[in-house]
Every structure is written in structure tokens, then in C-alpha cells.
């Protein structure tokens, strides 16, 4: 494909990383979401666990940082130290193979090439509280409230380590309402688009 | 098509218009923007030059309407009655017909019908910057300027007649940037999706 990397940006329940799977099992290329975790984890020496929860956060929603306040990696915080891990290792990603990235501010990461497509996929908040409710079941909180948390704190992050505004469509070279086309109708632009 | 009514946002220099007539060519649909403010002009009396020139400005930015205050036409400001009945206009045309309708705020007026489609275009800065000396000719601004002043009055524009955000993601089905894909890659990915 002319676009050898694919980034997916989405909103928490918008069938993002689905689609991100679905455009990378159609293309033949690399999946990296649940992966990079691993791979993160593996090179920094955190607990997988940890850097799940705590990955796509800013420090200041990071209770679970505080605990290591006054502590660092290499001089660094545990969330910064945590970023740079990210960054090195998506950074060798691109650098070494074709694949779809979701997550993980990899747009903003991956800015200097210019191989690299970013996606952004959102859907009406009804439309992914369904999605969550039947993805992952009920929960004491309301699915509105959980997406409204979720999206908030990505939000926070993309601002914090990028400067830049989430979600809004000039970051990304393509938005789509999945909601509105469908996840597979989704697939296929984004497939369509980075060959 | 499924989608009676393609609505279109642009950055300016983008394309978003050229887009839109071409994707209305292509369906075989009415095109409307010069077209529009025609209408708008015979029906409300005002003259057409002005409602083109300050049509997408609001009242915060146009110094024109500084030359009326204390006037008002069937008890609104001049820029609040041009919004009426633009948006009278909008919303008997989205009735009568299939249509693609650029600029104007129309995905916003028309947010009650399901069978609208709105796309948002932009570009990056450079790329529209070129194109508009190609298109426009010279100024004595740079066009770097021009762009951002233009955006600039859309966004506050947007803003205060919607009370949402220019340029958000979120409030289109899609997003595309022309700088990336080219215009005809853009009227062929909307126009299958109007389908």
C-alpha cells in the first residue's frame, strides 16, 4: 500500500479498534493495540496491568501514579518514562514494517512521516452506549457516564503529550461517524483510502 | 440516493466547493451556494452583494452591520433577519429536494433530518495556501493570512449561530482533507457514501 502505516484515533464504543483490526487483516499487515501494550510492558519493565490502565492517561488523572510520587524511572516520572517507552517503541514499529496502529497518540507520534494515514472514527453517544452494554456489559455506572469518563480522559492525554486538540478533523486525514456508515462500510474507506 | 441532502463545510482554499459541485454533478442534484444567496437575496430584499460579503459572518465581526445598528427589519438585527431567512431557505429547499448545500451553517439547521449527510474539508495550510493564489490571484496579504482570517470568521460564525465547535469531528459524518487525498478522490468517496 502507498500508506504504510495506519493510525486509528476513536472514541471510546465507536467500533474503532475493530475496524482498525478488520483494515489490517484486510490489508495484511500488523495489528498493534493489546500488542504494544505487551511489547511496552516487556522493554520497560512495568506491570502489564499497570501500563493497560495507566497508558492512555495524563498524569494529572493518574491516581494510581501518585503512589509513586517523589519516585522516577531514569529521572523520569512513571507516566513520562512510561510515554517515551511508547514513543521509542512506535517509532521502531514504523521504521521496521506496514501496520495499524490504535491508540497511543501514534498520529501525533508518527507526524514527521509521511507514510503514515490517521484516521479518527466517533459515533453519536447512543450508538456506542449500546456498544459498550453489549461489548462489555452493564455496570453500576450509567454506559453515558463510562463513555463520557473514557472519552474525557483521552481527551486529557492527547492534549497533555501532543499539544493538540482529540477529535478535532483537521488532526487526522480522515473522520468517519461509524455510527452512521457502519463498521464495515468503515473498513472499506479506510482500506480503500490507504492503498 | 439514501442521503437526500449532502451538506459541505470547508476550510477555506480547500476545495469544499469545487467538491460540492462536482459531487452534485455526479448525483445529478441541485448545487447550491451562489445559488443560495441569490434566493436569499430576492426573498429578503437585502442586496445580494452584501448578504454574499457578510452572509457567514457574525454580527461580532461585521463591521458593515456597525452602519445599522439601531436599524432593525421585522424587529431583528440585520445579521440575525439574514440568518432567518437563510435558514428559511435552507430548510424549504431540504424539503423540495435532493441537493448539496455548501457552507451556510446547513448541517446545522438541517440537524433534525435523518437523511442529510455532512462532510467536513480541510487541507493543510500550505496546500491551500497555494491554492488559493492559483485561484484568487495575489493579494497584499500573505496568503497564510487570508486563510486564517477566513477560518477564523467561519469558526466564530459556526459558533455563534450553532454553539458548536467549526471543524470538530464529532459534528460531521465525515472529514476529509484534500490536501492528502485530491479532490476527485474526495467527490468519489462522498458520493459513495450519499448512495
New interface residues.
Partial sequence: MSKKIITISR?FGSGGRTIGRQVAEKLGVSFYDKELIEQVAAKSGLAEKFIEEQGEYSPAQNRFAYAFVGRSINGMSVDDYLWSVQRKIILEIAERESCVIVGRCADYILRDREDV?NV?V?ADKQKRAERIVKLYGESSKAPEKRLMEKDKKRAINYKYYTEQEW????N??????SG??GIE?CVE?IT??AK
Avoid at 477529535?167 to 483537521?170: P, R, S, V
Wanted: proline share 0%; glycine share 4%; no cysteine.
Fill in positions: 472514541e494515514l479518527f466517533h477529535g478535532k478533523a483537521k487526522y486525514h480522515l473522520s468517519l461517524d452512521e456508515f462500510k474507506i480503500e483510502l
